[in-house]
Every structure is written in structure tokens, then in C-alpha cells.
């Protein structure tokens, strides 16, 4: 028998992981969901930025 599996891409994993721990926080009771779609706009924005700045100094 063999096992097969398949991977179709990885989750995105922001430096610090600010979006688990705003996720694990949602979950647990001890923030609002709206904070944490704050922090996952947040992260984005900053993945964003550097890029931006990168493609315009080419």
C-alpha cells in the first residue's frame, strides 16, 4: 500500500507570526475578530510596501 499525498502550497507565515498569535487570541477568547483582521490587513500592507519600493527602484 502506498500513501499518497499532495502539497499545494504553503501558508504564508509573516515574520513574526503576528497573524497566529491574533488568531490563537481571536480563538481563546481574549480578542475580537476584528482585531485580527486588523493584524492580517496590517501584515499585508508591510509585505506590500517593500515590494512596491523594490519594483520602483528598478
Same mark, same amino acid.
Given at each position: 500500500?502506498? !500513501?499518497?499525498?499532495?502539497?499545494? $502550497?504553503?501558508? /504564508? !507565515?509573516? *515574520?513574526?507570526?503576528?497573524? *497566529? &498569535?491574533?488568531?490563537?487570541?481571536?480563538?481563546? $477568547?481574549?480578542?475580537?475578530?476584528? *482585531? /485580527?483582521?486588523?493584524?492580517?490587513?496590517? @501584515?499585508? @500592507?508591510? *509585505? @506590500?510596501?517593500?515590494?512596491?519600493?523594490?519594483?520602483?527602484? &528598478?
Amino acid at each position: 500500500m502506498s !500513501i499518497q499525498s499532495e502539497t499545494l $502550497g504553503y501558508p /504564508r !507565515i509573516d *515574520k513574526n507570526r503576528e497573524v *497566529k &498569535k491574533a488568531l490563537l487570541a481571536n480563538f481563546s $477568547g481574549k480578542s475580537e475578530a476584528e *482585531k /485580527r483582521w486588523e493584524t492580517v490587513d496590517d @501584515v499585508q @500592507v508591510a *509585505k @506590500v510596501l517593500p515590494e512596491e519600493a523594490n519594483a520602483t527602484a &528598478k
